[in-house]
């Protein structure tokens, strides 16, 4: 990997999209690999995510903690399996709550699902 495949700049991306890009990226490296993370902020709702998903795959550390630019070294220490559905922590998003293999019973008993 070259530094520029290293650095994976997500300061552009909308936030309804990006956690589970970096999480892409995350189970796309070989174990051992790292990308680094480029925000526009200090991304701790990733970290817990990170943690909650996959507590001893990752390495977790802080390069630039600057206030315009936050980069962070995450590097993959184990093979990991993705969940069915990553949603995202961003406020106020239109994210599906319904998770993979979820079904809405309750038109087959007599009520209306929710639109």
Request: net charge negative; glycine share 6%.
């Amino acid at each position: 990997m070259t530094d520029d495949e290293t650095i994976f700049d997500v300061r552009e991306i909308p936030c309804q999209i990006k956690h589970p890009q970096i999480m892409q990226r995350f189970f796309g490296l070989p174990v051992g690999a790292f990308f680094v993370l480029a925000n526009d902020h200090d991304p701790v709702p990733l970290y817990y995510q990170f943690d909650a998903l996959f507590p001893t795959a990752f390495r977790w550390e802080y390069l630039e903690r600057g206030p315009e630019t936050c980069r962070i070294k995450i590097t993959k220490l184990a093979p990991v399996i993705p969940p069915a559905h990553l949603g995202s922590p961003c406020a106020g998003e239109d994210e599906p709550s319904a998770v993979a293999g979820e079904i809405d019973a309750r038109e087959a008993l007599g009520g209306k699902p929710q639109r």
